[in-house]
């Protein structure tokens, strides 16, 4: 009991209370912005998925491939707008289909 007693006199002060929790973060969560992937996905949510090598699912994929390529530090020649993504698809899809038309999905909201 006694040594016990030693140990903790001995012991160092504890450190100061936190001020907040460690779960949580310092940063302004509604100045975060939505990642590349989140945008596209919400972009994608208005437009039907496609029977597989159909013009529709062909027009998903080459929008999801050039919108995210716009939308990343690289631009890597193509520009950074839904409507350059929306044309590419729709070039795209017109190679399986001729006469595939869809209107340009709307953006995520502010």
């Known amino acids: 009991m006694q040594l016990a007693g030693a140990l903790i006199q001995g012991a160092h002060p504890a450190p100061p ?3 907040w929790r460690r779960s949580h973060d310092t940063t302004n969560v509604a100045l975060m912005k939505p990642t590349p ?3 596209v996905d919400f972009e994608l949510t208005q ?4 029977a597989p090598g159909s013009a ?3 027009y998903r994929a080459a929008y999801n491939m050039t919108r995210l390529k716009g939308l990343g530090k ?3 020649g193509v520009l950074p707008t839904r409507e350059a993504a929306h044309l590419q698809a729709l070039n795209e899809a017109r ?3 001729p006469t595939f038309d869809i209107s340009m999905p709307n953006g995520y909201p502010d």
């Not at 437009?47 to 496609?50: C, I, L, S």
């Open 74 to 76: 690289k631009l890597e």
């Open 95 to 97: 190679l399986v289909e």
């Open 17 to 19: 209370a936190r001020r």
């Open 37 to 39: 992937q989140t945008l």
């Open 47 to 50: 437009v039907p998925k496609g």
């Open 56 to 58: 529709l699912n062909m």
